[in-house]
């Protein structure tokens, strides 16, 4: 039993923000640029990735409705098993138990979002989100960080039991052990959109409840870029001053490719950091400036911050905020700084 990967172009395909009714928080295991794409064969498997909510912050019971997972290919006549477990204490899920499931049919690549019929409520502090997926069905993997948060499961000749993780032939992180020997070299690109008790943020993984992570008061717009807003508090005091930061609006076609699954939209902003001495900050800073754009109107609900850096320069989604009528994030990098909607939103 061999998934394969194929390793494919550099690409950016994180995280999807998706619109108001939906979940108010998007949760990801991935944290990198790189996509692999893996498929399915032999007999269907399961592939998932495990959440500690505990750590992201998200107060129980906390409530998921959609879920995401980039295709590559996708198997369009057979429904997937789109599944949720809950565990008591971590580790492996093999005692995990199921919260809930439903199908869908995948048509499409892209960005497939399924729209729980039912929403979910989950009461344990570690949840497991994935997908049962047909022979011959291929999806993306960010290729960074640790592979013990993406299990695979799966019986050969035949399925096995959803309602009982026990009941797989082979279950197993993908990190290159047994026993399931797959090495995907980082984590599926599967994730969900949460309510935690108390509601939460729109936003990624790691962002903070709202209100806390955005000081308007301290916010002041760039002169000659209106829409774009920086913290000079984190200038001025968290950076002590040793920073100063500089905005202007480029034209469009100096953008870089728009990462997978995201459409670039409003101006193009390039974002200058000098030390005082007047010399150009080309690297990652330590202390992060907060930065806002005002989006259009219509885009508001599933906008969110992405920051161009390097050589040549490539897009990141950073983890963001709806605030007002502003989508924010973090920046530590200088370079291109501009918003995005997803492309693909699509569910039964």
């Known amino acids: 039993m061999v998934k394969k990967s194929l390793l494919l172009l550099v690409l950016l395909g994180l995280l999807s923000v998706l619109p108001v009714s939906a979940g108010e928080r998007v949760i990801s295991v991935n944290s990198g640029d790189g996509n692999a794409s893996w498929f399915i064969s032999g007999e269907p498997s399961l592939v998932m990735n495990g959440f500690d909510l505990q750590s992201l912050g998200i107060a129980r019971p906390a409530v998921i409705d959609r879920i995401s997972i980039s295709v590559?290919?996708?198997?369009?006549?057979?429904?997937?098993?789109?599944?949720?477990?809950?565990?008591?204490?971590?580790?492996?899920?093999?005692?995990?138990?199921?919260?809930?499931?439903?199908q869908a049919t995948i048509t499409t690549s892209g960005v497939f979002t399924v729209v729980l019929p039912t929403p979910i409520t989950v009461n344990q502090p570690v949840i497991w989100i994935g997908f049962y997926l047909p022979v011959d069905f291929s999806f993306y993997?960010?290729?960074?960080?640790?592979?013990?948060?993406?299990?695979?499961?799966?019986?050969?000749?035949?399925?096995?039991?959803?309602?009982?993780?026990?009941?797989?032939?082979v279950l197993g992180p993908a990190d290159g052990t047994s026993p399931v020997n797959i090495n995907m070299n980082g984590k599926a690109r599967i994730t969900a959109e949460i309510t935690g008790a108390g509601g939460s943020t729109t936003g990624t993984a790691g962002t903070t409840p709202q209100g806390t992570a955005v000081n308007t008061a301290s916010m002041s717009a760039y002169p000659t870029c209106g829409n774009a807003l920086w913290d000079t508090a984190d200038e001025i005091i968290s950076n002590r001053d040793e920073i100063?930061?500089?905005?202007?609006?480029?034209?469009?076609?100096q953008a870089p490719s728009s990462p997978l699954g995201y459409v670039r939209r409003g101006p193009l902003y390039d974002?200058?950091?000098?030390?005082?001495?007047?010399n150009l900050v080309s690297g990652r800073m330590d202390i992060r400036v907060t930065h806002c754009i005002r989006p259009a109107a219509e885009d508001l609900s599933t906008a969110v911050v992405g920051?161009?850096?390097?050589?040549?320069?490539?897009?990141s989604i950073l983890p963001s905020v709806i605030y007002g009528d502003?989508?924010?994030?973090?920046?530590?990098?200088?370079g291109n700084l501009s918003y995005f909607v997803p492309s693909v939103v699509s569910g039964t």
Request: charged share 10%.
């Open 72 to 102: 590559n290919t996708p198997v369009a006549s057979t429904p997937v098993d789109v599944v949720v477990y809950q565990d008591a204490n971590g580790g492996s899920p093999i005692d995990a138990t199921l919260a809930g499931t439903t």
């Open 307 to 315: 920051n161009a850096w390097g050589a040549p320069r490539t897009w």
């Open 326 to 334: 502003l989508v924010c994030a973090e920046v530590r990098h200088g």
């Open 244 to 253: 100063n930061l500089h905005c202007q609006e480029v034209p469009a076609w």
């Open 141 to 169: 993997a960010d290729t960074s960080g640790t592979s013990v948060l993406t299990y695979w499961a799966w019986t050969p000749g035949g399925r096995f039991d959803l309602n009982n993780l026990a009941s797989a032939s």
């Open 271 to 278: 974002i200058q950091i000098y030390r005082p001495n007047g």
